[in-house]
């Protein structure tokens, strides 16, 4: 990646002038005086005036922005898709379009009330993870094994992924009684 090898040559770059700087004040190639007095003198240029301190505000801020923008490159950035490889290219499936699939996948099942899908990507491979509230007079091991058909099917027949795994995490909800007001 040109960012991480940009980064590593900065970084050595400073690291060979602060050891040139190092050695130099240690065998009095440099006096300490005069690093001193460079020191001084760059100071007073930018506490001159309004003008010098404004300059020297901006040259620290763009400092700070550029460390800033190299350490945001060490980050690692977490892709939101999954990759796969077709004879024609690659071809990237957003991680919502994965969920619109899995809700849509669900939409006709009566038993279902509720369906809430994330997506973790394990390697190259999604694995989907689904929180289901569902009616109580529902058959759980029925309802799983038919929602786990019913999705897989989509999103195969849909982007041609092939899903490492789909969890399901059942709750029921319980029948709420009318109360009637005497």
């Known amino acids: 990646m040109f960012w991480g090898k940009l980064l590593a040559f900065i970084l050595a770059v400073i690291s060979l002038a602060i050891a040139f700087f190092m050695v130099s004040l240690f065998f009095n190639f440099v006096s300490v005086l005069n690093v001193q007095q460079w020191f001084l003198s760059f100071y007073l240029f ?3 005036n ?3 301190k404004i300059l020297g505000f901006l040259v620290a801020a763009l400092f700070v922005f550029l460390a800033g923008a190299l350490l945001r490159f060490l980050l690692p950035k977490e892709e939101n898709c999954i990759i ?7 071809i990237k499936v957003s991680f919502n379009s994965l969920k619109a699939l899995t809700k849509d996948a669900l939409q006709n099942m009566t038993e279902i009330i ?3 899908p994330e997506i973790i990507k394990i390697g190259n491979d999604a694995r989907i993870l689904l929180r289901l ?36 995490f059942v709750d029921l909800k319980p029948e709420e009684k009318l109360v009637e007001n005497p």
């Open 46 to 48: 930018f506490v001159q």
């Open 50 to 52: 309004i003008f010098f």
């Open 84 to 90: 796969y490889s077709t004879p024609e290219g690659e």
């Open 114 to 116: 509720q369906a809430d």
């Open 133 to 168: 509230l569902v009616r109580s007079d529902a058959s759980v091991p029925d309802l799983s094994a038919a929602v786990q058909n019913k999705v897989r099917e989509r999103i195969e027949k849909q982007t041609g992924i092939v899903l490492k795994d789909i969890k399901l």
